[in-house]
């Protein structure tokens, strides 16, 4: 409530503020103005300006303060500007520039400028002659003349840095709610063009101003409100300036309203982010210059800031102050990240930042830009008024304290540890946490990892600590050569290149920057690349320019480099040591691989994605190796075999499904990531590719052949003559295609497909892939004369031999027809097709030979005949397969026609308990929940559940004597796939669950503590035997202590990573038999196990009571949350 006010006396103190009040009902006066202003700008110079002219009211006095709240302003001044078509006379402007826009304004008490011109599109900034510089876009010129030369250096250095420093990412998050238009406005004859977007209205000449990037000015809404007036009148009433506009039906004027109102809404819900940090009192005002409510931050230094501190910021780079608008960048703030600053503060961060700050060095609100500039920037890169820590100059000491630090609560010690030199990507010698990120993670310390995950790349003044930011390799041998340039871009070059556009330089990579000179000799480089800066390196594909080998560099800041030249060995000496020198060390084995292009992205992972991270990724043919947030290795995915790769409309992210895990990657709209895209498309497979470039199963068969034989398996083993019938042509051939587009979107069902159609598609595959199953024509020849050979046994063994020379894809793919074709000749009284039938058909497919030498139909047969000895099959599972095929024919007669069925799979799950006949065969599609899979279980049965029953779904281990309820929205499938041997699903009613929800109703806070008998199994070591512990579980971790009164926990882990089991393994001798299993995987890879053990039935379910409800919200079944 207390927040409301505050934003309501904010308003109307702004309101009230303003010397004569706004009469809303009479525009005349705004009008007027506007109308003389126009003509007198008609006279004037100003091509395509209109004069607004509204200045800031006495009372709001505070000329720094611009009004919008978007970008920190970083330079602002007077300039003397001349129209583009330059007539010689110079109009005095005064000028501002922050990180989105320069823009230009009748004098410096304006509010609403002359002219933006979007930083984005600004190609190029030129000094001309002695004061004057040309601001370039792609359309036009603008001319602007500074009072001497040092002025006019000083607004080219800041404009070109700021351009370099435009991250993709930052830049215009505007596309959504956006209303665009032309609409009349009040005293002005020529429509204006109208665009509505995120918090901001803008106002264009027209519509290919736009497009261009220049405008007049842009409206701020926060500060607004909108009403109609008459039929098709309404207008914007800024606290300084009413805007009327008239459009051109009511209807329109109502949607422009409404577009404008949910305008003014985004701008005011985004100051719940401002008025959170606010609430430390510290933070209102700024920490650098004590200005009264600052709305930006640097969300590494940990100080709340105002906006000209944040344009100093600003321009210092990412790499030192990271700097973010407490009302725009809502995604930055997190939970956690307000939290930070929360408990940090001003006051204490400036205990550490400016303890010993001599008077005479201070500022004011009303410092001038150089006094800020030299005060920020000695406070922050040369850290001068710093609390020195105890361990300061003590590398070691400081890691070691870094670590232990981080377990803990106390931020300020973490902060000046780290800004005193401790290294936060420091080895702990631990590879279960290898570095202080993982620590604070393993311990649950949410803010300390929040503070560490922004300090990640912050760059530390001093030799030995650039050292570090830079992996080593990179810093120690400098690498220099010849390479061929292009002047960079900010599109990617998709157009061919001629040797004539390149020019040559002498290039020197050395302490992570690559220099590029005219000629060997010269002292100052033409540009550098900071490789920081490089977000992405791209190997182009041979000669796709003039020349033969050519990359890319992909900068941060949107700029593109394209080298090239025509010996690949220096080259590819190139590529790979600016690969070493732009990844992480974690990454190095990227740098040293064949990869087609390595850089950052971001990603989320899993059904409830968190904030997006960062991740290193290297594409590279079928594979993808990703270096995830905190992870000390790459980690490699087979593109082939992804579940699903799904492209969203850009900038949406690309989604992989991989062995059942969810990954979304991210790159805003950013330059490279079309060819992310791209890359991983094509990395999937598919197309007329041989097959190991198709997409393949997880036993590396092509999916179009997998589903096409489990389509004949499903609904044509009773087929007569299966194979040997011809389909209809047309529908083979859309089949087909639409197979080798995307097999994994193809749904066969058996209402829209015919068995003849599908088996005739997957015959014309296997008979055109490029190169053939049996490899090329001379691959394939000795299996042609194995049939020569008298023997049986001889001629099984040659098979074999030949079998296990057959690439992996190959050999698997091999395997699986002959296992078809076996499985549909045992129904060959049905389907008339014999193995010698099949023989026929399939020897010329599988050979792609004319039909003339009977010896292919021959190796066919036999393979078919003598399936088992040749691929070694294991005679117990493919009598499960034969069994598993008789149940989906019967299963499917007892149930005809029930319409198609969406995609699934079909899973093997036992009703009540598990033995013989109680198994039934459930078509599970990617998405059924548990409590979907129970329902169509006992439809089938016919049991009708009743409300105490709560009929669940089971993951049950036999070997651990254990089982765990899978919560009733858990999706099946994932969880199906990866039961081992031991485990098994089972329906059955959950009699805890009546018990937990009667116990818990009316809990209120669900945490718990209390002694267990406690034992731990890490991989496969079982250690010892239960000892007792205290645990305690806390909203987000389950800690277990040595003692009640112990300090720090012994062991501890996320209560989001575990999975909760009731039981356990009963060789363990557990103390009682009220016990469960806790069990975690720790960075994908090694599992723990822990046992407790308690006391009576009734603390064992509140225990798990606890566990289930803080895992779901205390959603635990339908209708009772
Ligand atoms: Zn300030």
Not at 263 to 279: A, F, K, P
Not at 469 to 496: C, D, M, N, W, Y
Request: charged share 25%; hydrophobic share 35%; glycine share 6%.
């Amino acid at each position: 409530m207390e927040r409301k006010d505050d934003q309501l006396r904010a308003l109307q103190r702004c309101f009230k503020s303003i010397e004569e009040p706004v009469n809303m009902n009479n525009s005349e006066d705004a009008d007027s103005d506007l109308y003389t202003n126009r003509n007198r700008s008609r006279s004037s110079f100003d091509e395509g300006s209109i004069y607004i002219s509204c200045t800031r009211p006495h009372s709001l006095e505070d000329p720094g303060k611009p009004y919008s709240s978007h970008s920190p302003v970083i330079k602002t001044g007077w300039l003397d500007k001349t129209p583009p078509k330059g007539t010689l006379i110079f109009q005095k402007r005064w000028v501002t520039l922050d990180a989105e826009f320069l823009r230009y304004y009748q004098n410096e008490k304006e509010v609403f400028s002359k002219r933006f011109i979007a930083i984005s599109t600004i190609a190029e900034v030129l000094s001309v002659g002695e004061q004057k510089f040309e601001v370039v876009t792609k359309n036009r010129t603008f001319l602007f003349r500074a009072e001497n030369s040092a002025v006019r250096g000083e607004w080219v250095a800041v404009l070109k840095e700021t351009i370099q420093q435009r991250s993709a990412s930052d830049a215009g998050g505007d596309s959504y709610g956006e209303k665009q238009g032309y609409l009349e406005m009040n005293g002005y004859r020529s429509k204006l063009f109208i665009v509505v977007s995120a918090d901001r209205v803008f106002l264009y000449m027209n519509s290919e101003e736009r497009s261009q990037g220049i405008g007049i000015t842009c409206i701020d809404m926060n500060m607004g409100s909108v009403k109609s007036s008459d039929t098709r009148a309404f207008s914007i009433n800024t606290c300084y300036k009413l805007f009327s506009f008239v459009a051109e039906t009511t209807q329109q004027r109502d949607e422009w309203v409404e577009a404008m109102q949910a305008c003014i809404g985004r701008s005011l819900s985004s100051d719940t982010v401002v008025w959170s940090v606010w609430v430390e009192e510290s933070n209102r005002r700024c920490a650098d210059c004590g200005d009264e409510d600052p709305d930006w931050a640097s969300v590494n230094l940990c100080v709340v800031i105002c906006k000209r501190c944040a344009g100093v910021h600003q321009s210092l780079g990412p790499s030192v102050s990271k700097v973010r608008s407490l009302r725009m960048d809502e995604k930055v703030w997190t939970d956690s990240l307000i939290q930070v600053f929360l408990q940090l503060g001003n006051d204490r961060s400036n205990l550490f930042w400016a303890s010993n700050v001599p008077p005479s060095e201070t500022i004011r609100p009303s410092s001038n830009s150089e006094e800020r500039q030299t005060f920020i920037k000695t406070k922050y890169c040369q850290r001068k008024y710093r609390q020195y820590h105890r361990l300061f100059g003590r590398q070691e000491d400081l890691n070691k304290a870094l670590c232990k630090s981080v377990q803990t609560g106390d931020l300020l010690e973490t902060m000046s540890l780290v800004f005193c030199g401790a290294d936060v990507n420091c080895p702990t010698g631990d590879p279960d946490v290898p570095n202080p990120l993982c620590i604070a993670q393993n311990y649950g310390r949410k803010l300390q990892e929040e503070f560490l995950f922004h300090n990640l790349n912050t760059e530390f003044p001093g030799v030995q600590d650039v050292e570090r930011v830079i992996p080593q390799a990179a810093v120690s041998i400098p690498h220099a050569g010849i390479l061929f340039k292009i002047g960079s871009t900010t599109r990617a070059v998709t157009e061919r290149k001629g040797k004539g556009d390149f020019s040559q330089r002498w290039c020197i990579l050395d302490k992570g920057v690559l220099k590029y000179f005219d000629g060997e000799k010269r002292a100052h480089p033409c540009g550098e690349i900071k490789m920081s800066d490089v977000q992405c390196l791209v190997v182009n594909p041979l000669g796709k320019h003039g020349y033969l080998h050519t990359f890319e560099l992909y900068q941060i800041s949107g700029r593109i480099h394209l080298f090239g030249a025509d010996t690949p060995d220096s080259v590819q000496q190139w590529i790979e040591t600016i690969a070493k020198a732009i990844v992480p060390p974690e990454a190095e084995r990227m740098a040293s691989w064949s990869f087609e292009r390595v850089g950052r992205l971001r990603y989320t992972e899993g059904p409830n994605p968190h904030s997006p991270r960062a991740c290193w990724v290297a594409a590279g043919g079928s594979t993808l190796l990703v270096l995830f947030h905190a992870s000390d290795r790459p980690e490699s995915i087979d593109l082939r075999k992804l579940q699903e790769l799904c492209v969203q409309p850009e900038p949406g992210p690309v989604v992989l499904v991989d062995r059942g895990r969810t990954l979304r990657l991210e790159g805003d709209r950013r330059a490279d990531f079309p060819g992310w895209v791209s890359s991983l498309q094509q990395g999937a497979g598919g197309g007329d590719g041989p097959l190991d470039q198709q997409q393949l199963t997880g036993t590396d068969v092509p999916v179009i052949v997998d589903r096409c034989l489990g389509f004949i398996t499903q609904y044509g083993l009773k087929s007569e003559g299966i194979y040997r019938k011809a389909g209809v042509q047309s529908k083979v051939t859309a089949l087909l295609s639409s197979l080798c587009l995307d097999a994994r979107r193809v749904q066969l069902t058996e209402g829209d497909h015919q068995v003849d159609d599908v088996a005739n598609a997957v015959k014309r595959f296997l008979r055109n892939v490029r190169e053939g199953v049996f490899g090329r024509e001379q691959a394939s020849l000795p299996w042609l004369q194995t049939v020569a050979l008298s023997e049986k046994s001889q001629r099984i063994s040659q098979y074999q031999a030949l079998l296990a020379s057959l690439p992996p894809v190959h050999r698997a793919t091999l395997g699986a027809v002959i296992n078809h074709l076996y499985c549909v000749q045992c129904f060959a009284e049905e389907n008339k097709m014999d193995a010698h039938s099949l023989s026929i058909v399939f020897g010329p497919t599988l050979f792609q030979a004319d039909g003339t030498d009977k010896s292919a139909g021959q190796v066919v047969e036999d393979l078919v005949q003598h399936y088992q000895a040749v691929f070694d099959v294991d005679a117990e599972l493919f009598k499960r397969q034969i069994d598993m095929i008789s149940h989906i024919i019967r299963a499917k007669e007892d149930q005809p026609d029930e319409g198609p069925l969406t995609p699934r799979t079909i899973c093997g799950i036992y009703l009540e308990v598990k033995e013989e006949g109680s198994e039934l065969l459930v078509q599970v599609s990617q998405t059924m929940t548990a409590m979907e899979v129970v329902s169509e279980v006992l439809r089938r049965r016919t049991i009708s559940p009743q409300p105490e029953d709560y009929w669940s779904c089971f993951l049950v281990n036999d070997k651990e004597d254990m089982e765990r309820p899978l919560h009733y929205q858990e999706q099946v499938l994932p969880v199906y796939f990866s039961l081992d041997k031991d485990c098994h699903l089972l329906i059955k009613k959950n009699d805890y669950m009546k018990t937990i929800l009667t116990c818990t109703d009316g809990w209120v806070n669900v945490t718990r503590n209390g002694h267990v008998q406690f034992c731990e199994e890490k991989g496969q070591r079982a250690k010892g035997s239960f000892s007792r512990r205290y645990c305690v579980v806390t909203a987000t971790s389950l800690e277990i202590y040595k003692t009640q009164k112990s300090n720090h926990p012994e062991k501890e882990c996320h209560l989001q990573a575990l999975k909760v089991y009731c039981g356990i393994r009963k060789k363990l001798q557990p103390p009682s038999s009220w016990g469960m299993t806790v069990e975690w995987t720790q960075d994908q890879h090694e599992m723990h196990r822990w046992y407790l053990c308690c006391e009576s039935d009734h603390e064992l379910t509140d225990w798990l009571a606890t566990f289930l409800l803080l895992q779901h919200n205390g959603d635990l079944w339908p209708g009772t949350s």
